[in-house]
């Protein structure tokens, strides 16, 4: 009865199958399933209150002011958990570690449909900060474990399209359950689809050599490409990969070494300039349409899920293009680098809006500059190549920290220059800087794409 509970490759192993003649399973891409509809969920919870606020702020008598610090609210403890969160992922492991935070992070979205004033409403912002920061560091360490070098841009980019997915085609859903059902509505369904699936993820969820649908060719076919496996320890009990690699010693002096070096550094600027492109779409873009460019709230939420489709299309495509050098033959530096810049670049164009005056031209300048930014964010797949052994999740922790400040700064940027010039033209040239100095950033700091290596 044991065996028919044992994982397809052991079953492969016992019946002498070779794996080089045995047919490939493709259990990776479930898991890469799991991870796309986390990562949507994960975006609906931290920007659902941005559909609800219209209504949220006249119940409460909250005013702007007070609510662009709930927005910001967010991403204060977000920023601040990234390394704590990234050193519980490198010592209880993806599994663990997920669940938990897919279910403090929809218990927090669920409790703001109860709150009736401030105090409460930014409690539960803060705890949602706290409880999604380990979500990418761990998306990525399960990338960097179930996929070949070969496969993990597309990878990443699968799982990050569900960012865009989920805001483009459920905010309508969502202000229609808003208009019929009031803002609170929207909290309840979010936080209990997150609960839902937090609880899919713990039955689903396995590491490659415990998963009943990986065979032995697929096993092999991940550990060729450099996928960090699942391994039996010597108890015969199953343990997390990643923990069972040799650890570097952390320590201040480690970190250090770390924060020097230009991969790193190259990568977190390079991602902050991506990601402000991102956060002035999810925070400023309908405020923008609405007082710059004066469209209605209907053509509004019309035209602004026109940029998200085309971010959801740049992120594929990046993941896609990039895995496709990389398996003809191009170096990693140009496979990995060359459409992150690219995007950049395109990203920059942002500011052409300013000089338009059609509408329609100014929705295909924000597409296409959203489709650029979605390019650029294959920088998750760096943090799994450049990592030292054994601090792949403190590194991604710092790389999420640095590309999530943009949360903090990029908001009270642009509200501070619209405050004080009433118009967005240098807000759009604030954001198209940003975006070339991030392309900058990866042309002359980054420099090789290696695993670091810390001399200790």
Known sequence: MQAQHAPQGEHARAQGVPAATARRTSARYKI??????GTMINYLDRTVLGIAAPQLTKELGINAAVMGVMFSAFSWTYVAAQIPGGLFLDRFGSKLTYYLSMTFWSLCTLLQGFVHGVAPLLACRLGLGVSESPCFPTNSRVVATWFPQNE?????????????????????ILFALMGAYGWRTL?????????????????????????????????????????????????????????????????????????KQRQLLGICLGQFAGNSTLVFFLTWFPTYLATE??????????????????????????????????KRGKSPNIARKLPIITGLLLASTIVLANYVQSNTVVIVIMSVAFFAQGMAALGWTLVSDIAPDGLLGVTGGIFNLAANLAGIITPLAIGIIVTATG????????????????????????????RIVLND
């Open 32 to 37: 890469l399933a799991l991870l796309a509809i």
């Open 423 to 450: 118009s967005f033209v240098g807000a759009l040239a604030f954001i198209g800087t940003i975006a070339l100095i991030g392309a900058l950033a990866y042309i002359f700091v980054v420099g090789d794409i290696k």
């Open 293 to 326: 460019r004066h469209m209605a709230w209907l053509k509004i939420g019309f035209f602004a899920i026109m940029p998200f489709i085309a971010a959801s299309v740049g992120v594929l495509f990046g993941g896609w293009f990039s895995d496709w050098m990389l």
């Open 187 to 259: 909290f309840y369904v979010v936080g209990a689809a997150g609960l839902v699936f937090a609880v899919i993820w713990w039955i689903f969820y396995r590491e490659p050599r415990d998963h009943p649908g990986a065979n032995a060719a697929e096993l092999e076919y991940i550990e060729a490409g450099g996928g960090l496996t699942h391994r039996k320890s010597k108890s015969g009990t199953s343990a997390d990969a990643a923990a069972e690699q040799p650890k570097a010693k952390l320590s201040w002096r480690t970190m250090g070494h770390l924060l």
């Open 152 to 172: 993990r841009a597309l990878a990443t980019g699968t799982y990050t399209v569900g960012e865009y997915i989920g805001l483009a085609f459920f905010s309508p």
